[in-house]
C-alpha cells in the first residue's frame, strides 16, 4: 500500500505565498507522475499540475507564472509553490502519484487526504 501525506495548507491573504509538499510511502517499486488537483466547495476536482520522474511538466491555464511543481525523488516528495495567490485559488488540494508496485505490474492512481488552501481577499 501506498500513503501519500500533505502539508503545507492553510489561510493566507491575496497576493501571498503557500508551498505545499506531498511524501509518498509504504511499499512500490518506482513513482512515474505525480501531481496536485483542487477541489472548490461546489465544483469538480482539477488538474492544477503535473511533473514526470523525468522533470517534465504541465500546469493548468489558470495557475500558469505563478505555480512551480518540483519533486525529489530520492524523498518521493513533490512539492507545489503557489505564489501572487487569488481568493479563486482557495480549495482543497489533493496530490496525486502514480505508482507501480513491481517491475511487471500495472500503473495506480494513489490520493493523498487533502489539505486546504484558503485565500482571502
Known amino acids: 500500500q501506498v500513503q501519500l501525506v500533505e502539508s503545507g495548507g492553510g489561510l493566507v491573504q491575496a497576493g501571498g505565498s503557500l508551498r505545499l509538499s506531498c511524501a509518498a510511502s509504504g511499499r512500490f517499486f518506482s513513482i512515474y507522475a505525480m501531481g496536485w488537483y483542487r477541489q472548490a466547495p461546489g465544483k469538480q476536482r482539477e488538474l492544477v499540475t503535473t511533473?514526470?520522474?523525468?522533470?517534465?511538466?504541465n500546469y493548468a491555464d489558470s495557475v500558469k507564472g505563478r505555480f512551480t511543481i518540483s519533486r525529489d525523488n530520492a524523498k518521493n516528495t513533490v512539492y507545489l509553490q503557489m505564489n501572487s495567490l487569488k481568493p479563486e485559488d482557495t480549495a482543497v488540494y489533493y496530490c496525486?502519484?502514480?505508482?507501480?508496485?513491481?517491475?511487471?505490474?500495472?500503473?495506480?492512481?494513489?490520493w493523498g487526504q487533502g489539505t486546504q488552501v484558503t485565500v482571502s481577499s
Open positions: 496525486n502519484a502514480d505508482v507501480k508496485h513491481s517491475y511487471a505490474s500495472g500503473i495506480y492512481p494513489y
Open positions: 511533473i514526470t520522474s523525468g522533470g517534465g511538466t
